[in-house]
Structures are given as structure tokens and as C-alpha cells.
């Protein structure tokens, strides 16, 4: 099994955590960590700077279609964050948690 880490940015707190119920209620996701960030980036040719919250999303890479569908039905922006990361441990314990945890 692979699984993966997935880093979504919004800049609004209630949006997140709309998003985390969704994700934690059917199973997408073993966990999901927030972490508040003074973030900085070019939006149509412009410098953009702004508290942004930066969701952590802890799942099998085979979730992650429907995890970006829960967070686009949901998400202000136009232009979203959506990257996958390759997540390895070599503490199978911990792969085996996300295997029982994101299990729809």
C-alpha cells in the first residue's frame, strides 16, 4: 500500500475545520494537522501576503481523488494548494494506523 501526505492553504479557519469533519466523518483520512502560517506568493502578478491555515491530511494515496473532491466543493479560493507528498515510515505500526484509519 502507499500512502501519502496531502498539504492543503486556506485563509479561513471555519472552511478547514469543514473540511476536517468531512474527511474524518467518511473515513478519507487517518489524520489531519493544522498549522497556522504568515504565508507570501504571486497571484496575477501581484504579491500576495496573508495568514493562511495549513491543512496536513495523513492518508492512502488511492483516497486522494475524493479527498480533493471534499476539498473543492468546499474551498474559497480559485486557485488551490492541493500537493501530495510520498509518505514512508519505518515504523509500520504507524503505516498500519493509516491503512485501519482511512478505510471507508
Known amino acids: 500500500m502507499e500512502y501519502c501526505m496531502i498539504e ?3 485563509s479561513n479557519k471555519e472552511e ?3 473540511v476536517i469533519d ?6 478519507l483520512v487517518a489524520s ?3 498549522v497556522e502560517s504568515n504565508s507570501c506568493w504571486n497571484w496575477e502578478n501581484k ?3 496573508s495568514k493562511e491555515y495549513l491543512l496536513f491530511i ?3 494515496k488511492e483516497r486522494a481523488s475524493k479527498i480533493y473532491e471534499v476539498v473543492k466543493k468546499i ?3 480559485d486557485c488551490f494548494e492541493f500537493a501530495m507528498f510520498n509518505l514512508t515510515s519505518c515504523n509500520q505500526d504507524y503505516l ?3 491503512e485501519q484509519e482511512a478505510n471507508e
Open 47 to 49: 504579491l500576495e501576503k
Open 32 to 34: 489531519c494537522q493544522v
Open 8 to 10: 492543503v492553504a486556506f
Open 96 to 98: 498500519d494506523w493509516i
Open 75 to 77: 474551498h474559497s479560493y
Open 22 to 27: 468531512h474527511l474524518l466523518q467518511d473515513r
Open 16 to 18: 478547514v475545520e469543514n
Open 58 to 60: 495523513k492518508t492512502k
